[in-house]
């Protein structure tokens, strides 16, 4: 199975100010997933992103907010910008696991604190 | 537009007992209903997917079924035991590769 590596694993940030997030994965895939859990709530996707064309993004979500690069098959980046507290959530990336048989792989989750 | 709704009380329930929890969809049937497991500050964790057309799946201690005509999947953890204490999450996708839709999640609690 696919073995995803995020980081930071937390940060605490400024408001104002803007942080990334990376994820490396151990094996190639096509498309890899950023979602967003605020405290006490399941995770809502931000925007798929597939190497060599732009992320797609979710309703509510907009590309200055979140850009997103995927510069080749195993890595992503999620940038959160011009933070506000709003933002304080736990960041995830994900992607389809072919060796669980289309279960999905997730990162450890980048817990971030906006003050 | 896709709604998938989980109980979202807290389950809690005695060690060796069966914990039964319920997922519900709206709109059209997903193609496939996945059973993840969350502890507090990690990652969601695949446990089981099952297909439209399959009724049920096990794994281990773990049975998922899926009726859809009841637009429902129930998830079963038999003989319990602490260390399955966590969050379940479901989650739907309209075919392999595309993206995930979570339910809001049910925590379970198993006491000694």
């Known amino acids: 199975s696919a073995v995803i590596s995020q980081k930071p694993s937390r940060d605490i940030c400024q408001r104002g100010t803007s942080l990334t997030i990376q994820c490396q994965v151990d094996s190639q895939v096509t498309m890899m997933f950023w979602y967003r859990q605020q405290p006490g709530q399941s995770l809502t996707l931000i925007a798929t992103?597939?190497?060599?064309?732009?992320?797609?993004?979710e309703s509510g979500f907009v590309i200055d907010k979140f850009p997103i690069s995927r510069p080749n098959l195993t890595f992503s980046t999620l940038t959160v910008s011009n933070m506000s507290p709003e933002d304080s959530s736990i960041y995830l990336c994900s992607v389809e696991d072919q060796g669980r048989r289309y279960g999905y792989t997730f990162g450890s989750g980048t817990r971030l604190t906006v003050v | 537009s896709q709604k998938i709704e989980q109980n979202s009380e807290a389950l809690n329930i005695q060690e060796g007992k069966t914990a039964t929890l319920t997922c519900n969809y709206t709109n059209y049937s997903p193609a496939y209903l996945q059973w993840y497991r969350q502890d507090p500050g990690r990652g969601p964790v695949f446990l089981l997917l099952i297909r439209e057309n399959e009724k049920e799946k096990r794994k281990e201690r773990l049975k998922v079924t899926f009726d859809t005509t009841l637009k429902q999947s129930l998830f079963h953890i038999t003989a319990s035991q602490p260390a399955d204490s966590a969050t379940y999450l479901c989650a739907r996708t309209k075919a392999a590769g595309n993206k995930l839709t979570f339910g809001g999640g049910t925590r379970v609690l198993v006491k000694p």
């Open positions: 992103a597939n190497q060599g064309s732009e992320a797609t993004y």
